[in-house]
């Protein structure tokens, strides 16, 4: 097999088939002759038999129609950073207000916030999973703080 039958597209072999019914053969003996000339990358019998009964109807398009179907979802790094500064100004902010805001759908921002983000709702607030460094070491300085003063008070209140 050569190489050249290897780079020979659906849109090289659709135009092929174009003019072969006006020569008038029909879709099987096309088929033949693209077996022998492409080998194993020749589109289907089905596939030619199609080909030729759109061509009939004066549907001479070699290009793929678009598909209807379900939308690609695209998480892009912009959306990312979008969503994470609505949720930094507004931390009690909705789903479905950033949902209207960007125009995107609901399952896919709440994908982003809690896969992308690693953010999680507590009681209407959204916060990071889990604590970073600097927020655990002040968080401990915090509670050492809150222990040597309440410490400091009830000894003061049992010396009395």
Same mark, same amino acid.
């Given at each position: 097999?050569? %190489? @050249?039958?290897? $780079?020979? =597209?659906?849109?090289?072999?659709? $135009?092929?088939?174009?003019?072969?019914?006006?020569?008038?053969?029909?879709?099987?003996?096309?088929?033949?002759?693209?077996?022998?000339?492409?080998?194993?990358?020749?589109?289907?019998?089905?596939?030619?038999?199609?080909?030729? *009964?759109?061509?009939?109807?004066? @549907?001479?398009?070699?290009? $793929? *129609?678009?598909?209807? %179907?379900?939308?690609?979802?695209?998480?892009?790094?912009?959306?990312?950073?979008?969503?994470?500064?609505?949720?930094?100004? $507004?931390?009690?902010?909705? *789903?479905?207000?950033?949902?209207?805001?960007? %125009?995107?759908?609901?399952?896919?921002?709440?994908?982003?916030?809690?896969?992308?983000? @690693?953010?999680?709702?507590?009681?209407?607030?959204?916060?990071?999973?889990?604590? =970073? *460094?600097?927020?655990?070491?002040?968080?401990?300085?915090?509670?050492?703080?809150?222990?040597?003063?309440?410490?400091?008070?009830?000894?003061?209140?049992?010396? @009395?």
């Amino acid at each position: 097999m050569s %190489g @050249d039958a290897r $780079d020979f =597209n659906n849109i090289q072999t659709r $135009d092929v088939i174009i003019f072969s019914p006006l020569q008038g053969k029909v879709p099987k003996e096309i088929h033949v002759i693209q077996t022998e000339t492409l080998g194993e990358y020749t589109p289907s019998y089905t596939t030619v038999k199609n080909w030729v *009964a759109q061509f009939k109807f004066s @549907d001479f398009s070699t290009c $793929d *129609a678009p598909r209807p %179907g379900r939308p690609k979802t695209v998480t892009t790094p912009q959306i990312i950073n979008k969503i994470h500064e609505l949720i930094l100004e $507004d931390c009690r902010i909705s *789903a479905k207000s950033i949902t209207e805001q960007l %125009g995107i759908s609901r399952e896919r921002v709440g994908f982003i916030i809690h896969k992308d983000l @690693d953010m999680r709702k507590l009681s209407a607030k959204c916060v990071p999973n889990y604590l =970073n *460094a600097d927020q655990k070491v002040s968080g401990v300085s915090r509670l050492s703080n809150f222990l040597n003063f309440f410490g400091a008070i009830q000894m003061i209140s049992c010396s @009395d």
